[in-house]
């Protein structure tokens, strides 16, 4: 989006992916045993250039074991101005309104430090809106990031430590049992409000936040921020 373009030196801790004309290196990744970290393989998502919300999305489908969108390296490296930001995506599954299969909706790595967030339901099979704060405490709807090794509460430096140098960010497309299809779009990045300044970014980005917010608040989503 030109809005996000014109941020000129904060592109690089601002990011986005909108499927306009492909699947912009996002992959898909499997899992198994079911419920665990343990990547088996990988695959291309399919780019499909119309029906997301709005324009291209990518559409993805059951593997071995529960999948996730794994995002690219335009997300990853060093993210720290997205601490205390927000990660939101829209995505649908064939799956609503059956209970998530796995307890992992979100997944961070970086640095030796694995963080996830659960939050993962849907109503409906329809896109849905996901927002969630990268920021440790408890979250609204009672979300919260934790520390995979240590199985508590994500602190602070886990938080600081996992977007200082994101080697993965992924988000779960695995919804109840048995097969399932599910499609991602509009997944952005954006820092909190109180770095905008220091980042020198200008009112392009404010016109923007203020337009996902109106969206976000006509929408059904689950909102975690
Ligand atoms: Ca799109």
């Known amino acids: 989006m030109a809005m996000i373009a014109s941020a000129g030196g904060a592109q690089a801790q601002l990011t986005q992916s ?6 912009e290196g996002w992959l898909l990744v499997d899992r198994f045993p079911f419920d665990s970290f343990d990547v ?18 990518v559409l993805g489908s059951d593997g071995p074991g529960d ?6 390296a335009s997300f990853l490296g060093n993210q720290s101005a997205a601490y205390g930001g927000i990660l939101s995506f829209d995505l649908f599954s064939n799956r609503a ?3 998530a299969a796995l307890h992992y909706s979100v997944i961070l790595n970086g640095d030796g430090v694995t963080t996830y967030a659960f939050f993962t339901s849907l109503e409906s099979t329809d896109w849905t809106h996901f927002n969630i704060r990268l920021q440790e405490g408890t979250l609204q709807n009672g979300v919260q990031w934790m520390n995979a090794d240590t199985s508590l509460p994500a602190t602070a430096a886990d938080m600081t430590t996992v977007l200082g140098s994101l080697s993965f960010l992924d988000i779960a497309g695995e919804f109840g049992e048995g097969f399932d299809i599910g499609g991602l779009d509009n997944v952005q990045m954006v820092p909190e409000p109180s770095t905008w300044a220091m980042l020198g ?4 980005l ?3 936040l203020a337009r996902r917010e109106r969206i976000q608040r006509h929408g059904s989503g689950p909102v975690a921020s």
């Open 18 to 23: 909108t499927f306009d004309s492909g699947s």
């Open 40 to 57: 088996v393989s990988m695959r291309e998502p399919t780019f499909v250039d119309s029906g997301g919300n709005p324009g291209g999305y």
């Open 67 to 72: 999948w996730y969108w794994r995002a690219p």
């Open 97 to 99: 309104q059956t209970p």
């Open 201 to 204: 970014i200008g009112t392009g």
């Open 206 to 208: 404010l016109v923007l």
